[in-house]
């Protein structure tokens, strides 16, 4: 049976920079009392948002209406081994996925780098890894299930609801909520990943090389420093050679997590202090290779909180945008204490992906939680819209509906299906006005 609370208590994000105090919060069983807590928030005159584990650095979950918890919707709810399909409860967070499917001797042919997202979060404000020739987690999407506005339940993949389809795989909680997801999955394989200190002028000039060579290929540069760490992962024949149980705590721990927030904490005191730490950094972590489950190697451990903005341009842009961020960072005082992120994707069908129709690499800047970071961001923000850079849809960004109907060729596309689905607008926000216009 559905939980249903009246409460005065704020809603944080997961960054802790966005909040929301909803009139009620409801955690349904089942898609049955999804459908009724949807039909009596319309008739109270309330807004409805779903929110996962908050890891969206934009306030698309946040609400003053009704706020839908999806805790209760979890676990498989079928497994298909002969069409490599799994149906997913919207609430199952991606690690109980991850685990749950390689005990079936299951995987997602390609994932992000956290798995602390609901399955229906993630896809919904686009989560992707880095893939040469796979896509997003919304583009591994077979079929799916939401309640809409008036309290229906409505399924769609590509032969029903094909309009549907093609928007609600990343569907910013516009079109409805989220009840179930059916994935496309493969027998469980093994991934050898190949982690590489590099320099930045070498990974940058052999950028398109090491993407077309590499199944997954991705880099960090570490601004203040001539320095990069690559990591390449491809499929393994095996044996599973994952890290040793000590090395691998030194390297995802202690280092990546332990003394990063050390670092980070003392770079935020003492902002000279950074481009020295930025030097012992890049060069702390050596090489290694490792063989183990998808799952395993895609995915790491992520305790140092921070703020993120993320652009994807189109994939021939992605070393000359870089090269203008690491100018900006050298002409100006900007002190930058995280890495810069750099991934890719090929070009996918979803209307508002931010890979829809274009192969795309993605430039992510971060700065630790509690630095200012709106001058550094908007800098970077500049470079990327000079490239058609489209914005990821759960980062912090500051473009609204008119940009985004010039990046995007499919954007009336999504909102023709949103004036079908939500003509009166019930599960919009104060994020989607400015994204989606009313």
């Not at 049955?32 to 807590?37: N, S, T």
């Not at 590499?214 to 990069?228: D, Q, R, S």
């Not at 149980?245 to 770079?267: I, K, P, T, Y």
Request: charge should be neutral.
């Amino acid at each position: 049976m559905a939980t249903t609370s009246r409460t005065t208590s704020t809603w944080r994000n997961w960054a802790g920079n966005v909040t929301a105090r909803p009139a009620r919060v409801v955690a349904p069983a089942s898609a049955g009392e999804l459908a009724e807590a949807v039909r009596r928030a319309a008739e109270d005159g309330l807004k409805v948002k779903p929110v996962g584990t908050g890891h969206s650095f934009t306030a698309a979950a946040a609400t003053d209406g009704v706020l839908i918890r999806p805790d209760l919707l979890t676990g498989i709810r079928d497994v298909d081994r002969v069409a490599g399909a799994v149906t997913v409860e919207a609430g199952t967070p991606l690690k109980r996925l991850n685990v749950a499917l390689a005990r079936e001797g299951l995987s997602l042919t390609n994932m992000g780098d956290i798995m602390e997202q609901t399955v229906a979060g993630a896809t919904s404000t686009g989560t992707h890894g880095t893939g040469r020739d796979s896509a997003s987690t919304s583009a591994q999407i077979r079929a799916l299930e939401l309640v809409t506005a008036d309290g229906s339940l409505l399924t769609c993949s590509a032969r029903e609801n094909a309009d549907v389809f093609a928007a609600a795989r990343l569907g910013l909680g516009a079109l409805g909520v989220v009840t179930a997801i059916t994935f496309a999955v493969e027998p469980l394989f093994l991934l050898r990943a190949r982690e590489e200190p590099m320099t930045f002028d070498r990974v940058t000039a052999d950028f398109e090389a090491l993407h077309a060579e590499n199944e997954h290929f991705e880099f960090y540069w570490f601004p203040h420093t001539g320095n990069c760490n690559t990591k390449r992962n491809n499929r393994s024949a095996g044996p599973a050679a994952p890290p040793g149980r000590v090395s691998g705590w030194v390297e995802d721990e202690f280092l990546s997590n332990g003394a990063f927030q050390v670092a980070c904490s003392v770079g935020r005191a003492v902002p000279a202090a950074i481009p020295a730490i930025a030097r012992l950094s890049s060069r702390a972590l050596s090489a290694r290779t490792y063989t183990d489950i998808p799952y395993k190697v895609f995915t790491s451990p992520r305790r140092v909180r921070f703020m993120e903005m993320e652009y994807a341009v189109p994939r021939e842009a992605a070393v000359e945008a870089l090269r203008e961020v690491k100018a900006l960072v050298e002409r100006s005082p900007l002190r930058v204490s995280f890495p810069v992120e750099v991934r890719t994707a090929p070009a996918d069908d979803i209307t508002l992906s931010t890979a829809s129709g274009r192969d795309t690499a993605y430039i992510a800047v971060h700065l630790y939680r509690g630095t200012p970071y709106q001058v550094y961001f908007t800098a970077v923000e500049r470079i990327m819209t000079a490239h058609g850079g489209r914005p990821h849809w759960g980062k912090v960004h500051t473009r609204d509906a008119a940009y985004l109907a010039e990046a995007y060729p499919r954007f009336a596309e999504f909102t023709a299906v949103r004036d079908r689905l939500d003509p009166q607008r019930l599960f919009t926000n104060g994020y989607l006005r400015r994204v989606l216009g009313d």
